[in-house]
């Protein structure tokens, strides 16, 4: 299903009129970052090129150095077999060599004649469909997408087969259908071990196809060869199948021959690579000129001055059609981003086209994405009217249009540039010049402008998955009309919610509307800072068992230097889960620690399985031995809550106990008491699911806030020198009592919370269909029109890090920026979203930073700490924002510095 746009193509005194129909074929976008950046795909780091220098030193290294990512060129293999596309190092070094020739600009002419039978036969249809339908107006609606998605086949079975023309579209044809049906199971492929051996229906069609194509070509090719060797032909023909044969003949001197295998491949992926991408092409060109009609009369005129002297001959002298279709590819170009490449292990880590001015150090085995749609609408490169349709702007070649020599990269760059390129830029100028000569177009006024994104982009974006719609949110001024709306507004987004309630149930974090509001008023006294004041001194129990521990360890095995290395992230995760079984449990501590070890069990067997819960209908109820483990889990979870929770409900009833209990779950159970009035009150269930969410919510969280600050406060120690001064003023005061007066402290959680936020994005939502298409939080100057369906994710770890709103400081780290306060951090009053925002902020947020302010306090009371020359500085998004590596410190206690002063 595709975006729907209109275009429509009018007429003249002597040209027929018709209108057109756009359908906004793929414009694929590429992840996240308006810079270069790196992040993880699990346990694999990735590297998005943004940069046009940099994306040069790889793209026009010695073609070893970069080869193609193992697991995608897996992939691709199982499509287009062993191809150009697909292989790499001497093999595709020769393969090259060979192919090259057949591409070579003077064969390609030949071709042209062959492209123009399929083009006038095209214009032909249209011009007769308008006769015949709608003679009186003269004008004729057409879906483009449809007309050059088949003009193209037509182009490429013609110009590659010739006479066997027809047997040549019938393969194109069964390859198309073998791409849509791989593509449609290719998660399967990737997660399902040997599914693609497995007698699926869809597998039996995919045989089906790939049996039926290979006796096509390997017929087709052996017909020519054999003609050939028997004297019964001159040459191998002069389409393009025949040119290649011809070429891999005059190889056999090198010892280097392709075999029938090989050319099969080749002709497959010939198909794939100049099918969709030039239909996207002439698609959005026709629809540049018919929004900019000066520009279609330019180009008009032009191609009419040269119609005498034939187009083949003259169509490297259409220089304004070749502006348009330049400026084409760099606004919608079909690639947005290049086969993804990786450092061989072979090479150093410098790269060898490095220069002094510019070096990459990039390790072997990190995936490198060379992000080419993104370079293109860069201001610094390309003007403030990057976003413009300006044709001129290539008026002098693609070396002088922008600022860089290679900013222009719709056919990639060095050695490894699309083969094929010539090819399809005389194809897209046949089509349109012969269409300017014959008929005139307009844009109708039903047209949406809708271009179909995968990913998302450097400003907020909307992109696709499958056929649903989804709208990445970086400004903070749209994600403050998004998370202030009222409740029922903005819903979680359901395929998400169903995901979360196999987790956590029906709790807070996966319920909506009034449902979720009167949860949100029963737990809110809970979690009010008088309360929690009450639950520092667990608190401080489980932060000084863990002191002491460390103190003891250095004693015991580092006496001698009083210093010692530790994972801090392996030390706060326990600390954490100590604390929230301790202020969640009270008397009930090591059940409640069983509990949450469960829970944490729990959610790392689903997480493996996410994928397969999503894809394979019923598959949770499949008794896997994953399966059965989360199934004893959750008896074991839910058995020793109930029990807990039933006999301090009944010791109340009964009179045996004055209270609830004074930790959390005793606050839960007396708010949920207190709420009986109104007649609403938590089941048993509703409280169990509560206590999951709650041990989910703030363990890894505030785990990983307490591992970043530690680390950012060893990197900068005049910060922690400035935290301890602080910090041992205040201890007579008590840290419970004064950590509101933690100021220095409190501004150094805010900026490692802003740096490196434990979630990344907020939970997804999508807008219910009970409301308009206006937000009731917008205003005339901020107004959201987002349909019911599309699924919103606010990204609050990309606003952290605008530039616009946090200075060209913005990747430093500068605690002063929170000195007034978050509301003045930043140029926006609501650009700090690490807690969300507005009704559905986090409900433990004051409960998360006393906890990390007592420890943070205890720790520097006791130990100084700096960063080993083993550290490692990699942010790995799993879950939640943790060091891939560890994050290992060396502490030393007060004591010991104080007797080496």
Same mark, same amino acid.
Request: with cysteine; aromatic share 10%; glycine share 6%.
């Given at each position: ?425 005389? $194809?897209?100028?046949? =089509?349109? !010049?012969?269409? +300017?000569? #014959?008929?005139? %177009? ?7 402008? &809708? ?119 392996? $030390?706060?995760?326990? =600390?954490? !889960?100590?604390? +929230?079984? #301790?202020?969640? %449990? ?7 620690? &069983? ?142 009592? &004064? ?163």
């Amino acid at each position: 299903m595709w975006d729907r746009g209109i275009l429509s193509l009018g007429g003249g005194e002597d040209m027929n009129q018709i209108g057109v129909q756009i359908w906004a074929r793929s414009w694929r976008r590429t992840w996240r970052f308006y810079k270069s950046a790196i992040f993880w795909l699990g346990p694999r780091p990735s590297l998005n090129i943004v940069n046009s220098n940099d994306a040069k030193v790889i793209l026009s290294s010695n073609y070893k150095e970069y080869v193609k990512f193992p697991t995608l060129q897996i992939v691709f293999q199982r499509v287009f077999g062993r191809s150009i596309l697909t292989i790499d190092g001497d093999e595709w070094a020769q393969r090259r060599r060979i192919l090259n020739p057949a591409f070579a600009s003077g064969k390609l002419k030949a071709m042209g004649a062959q492209m123009l039978v399929c083009i006038q036969e095209m214009l032909d249809d249209w011009e007769r469909e308008v006769l015949e339908t709608n003679a009186a107006t003269g004008e004729l609606e057409l879906d483009m997408i449809k007309e050059f998605t088949k003009v193209s086949a037509d182009v490429l079975s013609r110009t590659c087969f010739g006479s066997n023309f027809k047997e040549g579209k019938a393969v194109f044809e069964d390859q198309e259908g073998l791409i849509e049906a791989k593509y449609q199971d290719a998660v399967r492929y990737a997660i399902i071990p040997l599914y693609r051996f497995l007698p699926t229906a869809r597998n039996r069609l995919c045989w089906k196809l790939q049996r039926r194509i290979h006796e096509t070509l390997k017929t087709i090719i052996e017909n020519r060869m054999h003609a050939v060797q028997k004297c019964q032909a001159d040459s191998y023909g002069d389409d393009l199948l025949g040119r290649i044969l011809a070429a891999n003949g005059s190889s056999l001197g090198d010892g280097v021959v392709l075999t029938t295998q090989d050319i099969i491949d080749e002709c497959r992926t010939f198909f794939f690579a100049g099918h969709e991408t030039t239909a996207s092409l002439l698609a959005w060109a026709t629809m540049l000129m018919a929004s900019n009609p000066e520009w279609q009369d330019r180009a008009r005129e032009e191609v009419l001055e040269m119609r005498n002297d034939g187009y083949i001959n003259a169509h490297s002298k259409l220089k304004i059609l070749e502006m348009i279709l330049l400026e084409t590819l760099r606004l919608y170009p079909p690639i947005t981003q290049l086969i993804s490449r990786t450092r061989s292990p072979e090479y150093g880590t410098t790269d060898e086209a490095s220069t002094e001015e510019r070096k990459l150090n990039i390790p072997a085995g990190v995936r490198i994405n060379v992000l080419c749609g993104v370079m293109h609408r860069d201001k610094k490169m390309w003007g403030d009217d990057v976003d413009e349709f300006q044709p001129e702007r290539f008026a002098n070649g693609i070396s002088r249009a922008c600022k860089g020599m290679h900013g222009f990269m719709a056919f990639g760059y060095g050695p490894h540039s699309c083969i094929g390129q010539m090819f399809a830029m005389l $194809e897209a100028k046949l =089509v349109l !010049a012969s269409m +300017l000569q #014959r008929f005139r %177009f307009r844009l109708p006024e039903t047209y949406q402008h &809708a271009p179909r994104l995968y990913g998302t982009l450097h400003k907020s974006a909307i992109f696709w998955l499958g056929p649903r719609p989804s709208l990445n949110i970086v400004n903070s001024n749209d994600a403050k009309v998004i998370l202030s709306s009222n409740y029922k507004e903005y819903v979680k987004f359901p395929t998400l919610q169903i995901v979360f309630q196999r987790v956590f149930g029906r709790s807070i974090l996966t319920i909506d509307g009034d449902e979720w509001a009167q949860r949100r008023r029963i737990l809110n006294p809970a979690f009010a800072s008088g309360k929690l004041k009450a639950m520092g001194a667990q608190m401080l129990v489980c932060i000084q068992e863990m002191l002491d521990d460390w103190e003891r360890e250095v004693l015991e095995t580092n006496a001698a230097t009083g210093e010692l290395e530790l994972d801090m992230i392996k $030390e706060f995760t326990k =600390v954490s !889960a100590d604390v +929230l079984s #301790r202020t969640c %449990f009270g008397s009930n501590f090591k059940e409640g620690k &069983a509990v949450f070890e469960d829970q944490e069990g729990l959610i790392e067997a689903i997480y493996q399985d996410a994928v397969r819960y999503a894809i394979i209908p019923l598959y949770r109820f499949l008794p896997t031995a994953r399966n059965r483990l989360c199934w004893k889990l959750q008896r074991r979870i839910h058995e020793t809550l109930k029990t807990i929770i039933e006999n301090r409900m009944h010791a109340v009833q009964k009179c045996q106990a004055d209270s609830y209990g004074d930790d959390l779950l005793g606050r839960i159970l007396a708010a949920n008491g207190s709420s009986l009035g109104d007649g609403v009150v938590l089941t048993t269930q509703d409280i169990i699911d509560e206590c999951r969410t709650f041990f989910f919510a703030g363990h890894e969280t505030t785990a990983s806030l307490l591992a970043w600050a530690t680390m950012l406060m060893a990197s900068n120690p005049e910060w922690q020198d400035r935290a301890r001064e602080e910090v041992l003023e205040m201890r007579n005061d008590g840290y419970i009592n &004064a950590h509101s007066k933690l100021k220095i402290l409190e501004m150094i959680l805010l900026e490692t919370l802003r740096l490196y936020p434990p979630i990344t994005q907020l939970i997804s939502r999508t807008r219910s269909p009970e409301y308009g298409t206006t937000d009731e939080a917008s205003t005339e100057e901020r107004k959201l029109n987002i349909p019911a369906g599309v699924r919103i994710n606010v990204l609050c770890g990309v606003m952290h890090r605008d530039k616009k709103m946090w200075g060209d400081d913005v990747d430093e780290f500068q605690p002063e920026r929170f000195a007034n306060g978050i509301s003045r951090a930043c140029k926006g009053m609501h650009g700090f979203m690490a807690f969300g925002y507005g009704p559905h902020s986090c409900i433990g947020q004051m409960f998360a930073m006393l906890e990390a302010k007592l420890v943070l306090a205890s720790m520097l009371q006791r130990f100084r700490f700096r960063l080993p020359e083993t550290y490692q500085h990699a942010p790995r998004l799993y879950g939640t924002l943790r060091p891939q590596h560890g994050m290992p410190l060396l502490i030393t206690p007060i004591h010991f510095s104080e007797t080496d002063k």
